[in-house]
């Protein structure tokens, strides 16, 4: 069975072999369409800059919707229809050798990371084409391996992401079960992790944008807005609750999170 570093190994070192590019196209309608199923020699990648569609591939059924790319393989049934009536897309439809290294990743629908990185790369592969000048086709050719080349670091990157969650998910758990508790370990979170403290807090800020004291805290001061607006729990009991033991450090802390004190709070809502 491969590790997550492997296939990762693997991604990062897939290829593909783009040999020839038919057209690149957009379409920019206001009303309703459908386009009746086609089998077509060409692969077809289109990024939505405005609307949705139901594409049909093979007859199931995908939900495309502005800032996804949608990839159609070669050989198989197409069919699309309309779901709004402002609808935008630029796509390309090109070939692939087949003796060459095509074992790229394709997935049929993309959900970006970056979108508007695609939305310039796909206007710029446009350009390219209609310009019709010197090389337009090789220069086309190269935006479209770039295309490429960014959806595959956006897949890397989410599984690096989605490792990264994996290996502290019990951790994350436990801190969501105990928030309230007097004091959660550093220590012992990363064991649970089977990692390092300093690993761990890197792992933890790059998944969630936040150190795991500052989300702790996020969570006991979310638990205090809900016991200040649904109980009469005197508030030095509330931050007892949830394990401030010095009241004025858990007003404080308050204050800067919500720009008021709990009883200015409690006495407004």
Same mark, same amino acid.
């Given at each position: 069975?491969?590790?997550?570093?492997?296939?990762?190994?693997?991604?990062?070192?897939?290829?593909?072999?783009?040999?020839?590019?038919?057209? !690149?196209?957009?379409?920019?309608?206001?009303?309703?369409?459908?386009?009746?199923?086609?089998?077509?020699?060409?692969?077809? =990648?289109?990024?939505?800059?405005?609307?949705?569609?139901?594409?049909?591939?093979?007859?199931?059924?995908? #939900?495309?919707?502005?800032?996804?790319?949608?990839?159609?393989?070669?050989?198989?049934?197409?069919?699309?229809?309309?779901?709004?009536?402002?609808?935008?897309?630029?796509?390309?439809?090109?070939?692939?050798?087949?003796?060459?290294?095509?074992?790229?990743?394709?997935?049929?629908?993309?959900?970006?990371?970056?979108?508007?990185?695609?939305?310039?790369?796909?206007?710029?592969?446009?350009?390219?084409?209609?310009?019709? #000048?010197?090389?337009?086709? =090789?220069?086309?050719?190269?935006? /479209?391996?770039?295309?490429?080349?960014?959806?595959?670091?956006?897949?890397?990157?989410?599984?690096?992401?989605?490792?990264?969650?994996?290996?502290?998910?019990?951790? !994350?758990?436990?801190?969501?079960?105990?928030?309230?508790?007097?004091?959660?370990?550093?220590?012992?979170?990363?064991?649970?992790?089977?990692?390092?403290?300093?690993?761990?807090?890197?792992?933890?800020?790059?998944?969630?944008?936040?150190?795991?004291?500052?989300?702790?805290?996020?969570?006991?001061?979310?638990?205090?807005?809900?016991? /200040?607006?649904?109980?009469?729990?005197?508030?030095?009991?509330?931050?007892?609750?949830?394990?401030?033991?010095? !009241?004025?450090?858990?007003?404080?802390?308050?204050?800067?999170?919500?720009?008021?004190?709990? /009883?200015?709070?409690?006495?407004?809502?």
């Amino acid at each position: 069975m491969k590790t997550n570093n492997e296939n990762m190994l693997r991604y990062a070192e897939s290829d593909l072999n783009i040999t020839y590019i038919d057209a !690149v196209f957009n379409q920019h309608l206001t009303n309703s369409w459908k386009h009746t199923p086609k089998v077509n020699p060409f692969h077809r =990648l289109f990024f939505v800059f405005e609307g949705e569609f139901i594409a049909y591939i093979d007859g199931a059924p995908i #939900t495309v919707k502005k800032n996804q790319i949608l990839y159609v393989p070669n050989e198989v049934s197409y069919q699309s229809e309309s779901l709004s009536s402002e609808f935008y897309y630029i796509g390309a439809m090109f070939s692939l050798g087949n003796d060459g290294p095509n074992d790229y990743p394709f997935k049929s629908l993309y959900n970006l990371q970056f979108p508007e990185k695609f939305s310039k790369l796909f206007e710029s592969l446009e350009k390219g084409w209609i310009s019709k #000048t010197f090389g337009y086709r =090789l220069r086309t050719k190269m935006t /479209l391996y770039d295309i490429f080349r960014n959806l595959l670091a956006e897949h890397l990157m989410i599984n690096d992401i989605l490792h990264g969650y994996n290996t502290i998910k019990n951790a !994350v758990h436990y801190i969501e079960e105990n928030y309230y508790k007097d004091f959660i370990d550093l220590n012992d979170l990363a064991k649970m992790s089977d990692i390092t403290p300093t690993h761990f807090i890197r792992l933890f800020k790059s998944i969630y944008s936040t150190t795991p004291i500052k989300y702790i805290n996020k969570l006991r001061m979310d638990r205090a807005v809900e016991l /200040l607006d649904h109980s009469s729990i005197p508030i030095n009991e509330i931050a007892q609750q949830l394990g401030f033991h010095d !009241v004025s450090y858990f007003s404080k802390l308050f204050k800067r999170t919500y720009g008021k004190s709990p /009883l200015q709070h409690r006495m407004h809502s």
